[in-house]
Nanobody, 124 residues
Framework: QVHLVESGGGLVQAGGSLRLSCAAS????????MGWFRQAPGKERQFVAG????????YDADSMKGRFTISRDNAKNTVYLQMNSLKPEDTAVYYC?????????????????WGQGTQVTVSS
């Protein structure tokens, strides 16, 4: 059974940083493309970043380029999202997900396993 567990969220002031982690189990982690998404109240789930199984390729949403960095440690079955220069509009629940294929990387429907999410709140 696949489990994805996010951690590292919290309350931070604008301009601050957070590092999210997502620990995976029940899948061949190094073979799976992983993504981070976020969802703010009343808004659709939004692609944040993705990373190939080897970690050699990464993809970032344009609005977060230069501030957010995705990485992974396959020895620890963990994917990370380093978030810098946070803004109040980054406030959302952040989810990690495992890509199942067949659709664009930025589509939530392309991912078949999801974590429970971790809340990130950025105060102004």
């Amino acid at each position: 059974q696949v489990h994805l567990v996010e951690s590292g969220g919290g309350l931070v002031q604008a301009g601050g940083s957070l590092r999210l982690s997502c620990a995976a189990s029940g899948l061949t982690f190094s073979s799976v493309f992983m993504g981070w998404f976020r969802q703010a109240p009343g808004k659709e789930r939004q692609f944040v970043a993705g990373i190939s199984g080897s970690g050699g390729s990464t993809y970032d949403a344009d609005s977060m380029k230069g501030r957010f960095t995705i990485s992974r440690d396959n020895a620890k079955n963990t994917v990370y999202l380093q978030m810098n220069s946070l803004k109040p509009e980054d406030t959302a629940v952040y989810y990690c997900a495992a890509y199942s294929g067949g659709r664009r990387l930025s589509y939530p429907s392309a991912y078949n396993y999801w974590g429970q999410g971790t809340q990130v709140t950025v105060s102004s």
